[in-house]
């Protein structure tokens, strides 16, 4: 599996390197060239790295590509947005210039669609970002989770995240029925979407400061548990209204892939 990803990634980089125009990097154009675009060995001189070393990159061999090695290949191929997830994905690595929460506000209407997403739905709905921020929600469930997204951020400034309230407010163990079994589940689900990202910047440090704040969430980290994010029944003692079920629908957004839409539908009789 892992060659294949490589093999991919080689050619991805071996394709988009292939339709570059020297003149558009700086480089001087004309003359016979053997080959289409930048040859491999400039490419290599403007992302600072060996030829040989890009070589065995484009062949796929088990080379290991930095994020900041990435970011430097997507800008020299003028990669747009799209292609440049794919470049990341395809090396099962985390884009350093990825929007933290809040910055995709003027990125072509992102967050107002967001709101608009989740405004359409007539129940509970929230959306996570791949740190479980909490990017866009609904009245509902701000009304639902009371203690988590009743307020913009937290003390320290920071967005609404659902590790933090699992795992640091007292009100998510009142909240949430069977917190013990639900608080498992979340952080094995947590695991499986972090993937290999989760030795990286931002997780690795949400993942440290959870660890050092709460020794549940530790142990329950080292378990090493994976599990996906499932649907089913979800229930609540809540401090006004009772108790209350729902039954949870999770959805992955196209244009975003970091993002999921988590609907929370009334379950009736």
Known sequence: MQATMNGKLG??????????????????????????????????????????????????????????????LADVLQLSAAERAYLFSLAERLDPQRAPHGAHDDDSGTASELHALVAAVQAPAYVLDLQWDAVAWNPDAAALFAGWLDGDADVAGRAPNLLRFMFLQPAARSLIVDWPHRARRLVAEFRADAGKLAGQEPLAALIAELSAASAEFGELWTLQDVLEREGGVRRFRHPARGALAFRQATLHLARRHDLKLIMLLPLHG
Do not use: D, K
């Not at 980089?13 to 292939?18: D, G, M, N, S, Y």
């Not at 003149?23 to 600072?48: F, N």
């Not at 890009?54 to 930095?66: K, N, Y």
């Open 11 to 72: 050619e991805f980089i071996r394709l988009h390197r292939e339709r570059v125009s020297p003149q558009s990097v700086g480089l001087p154009g004309g003359g016979r060239r053997r080959t289409p675009g930048l040859r491999r060995e400039e490419l290599a001189q403007l992302c600072e790295v060996s030829p040989t070393w890009l070589t065995w990159l484009e062949q796929g061999r088990p080379v290991a590509a930095s994020a900041a090695m990435l970011a430097r």
